[in-house]
């Protein structure tokens, strides 16, 4: 089941958590394996190197809203994803 990738607690510690500083999670199944592989990965990894350092340097203050509760997954089991996730944006500026 591919929502149970890199969940596994005898392989991951508290793998419930997000952690992104988690030194354990080299083998990670995000973008799939051998055949099965992702044609996306490369764009999908760029992507996110040049996003995520953007927009904590843009968004200094950016922080899960805490009034949000627990994020709600969509439960389609093969795209699993997010519905939504609601953040709080302080000291934005412009670039």
Known sequence: MLGAANRDPAKYTDPDTL???????????????????????FLGRLEGQVLFPMLAQRFPGLRL???????????????????EL?????GGRRP
């Open 65 to 83: 809203d805490p009034d949000a509760g627990e994020p709600e997954f969509r439960p389609d089991p093969a795209l699993r994803g997010l519905k």
């Open 19 to 41: 952690d992104l500083t988690r030194e354990s999670a080299v083998t990670h199944l995000t973008f799939g394996a051998a055949i099965h592989y992702c044609i996306g990965a």
């Open 86 to 90: 609601r953040l709080l944006v302080r």
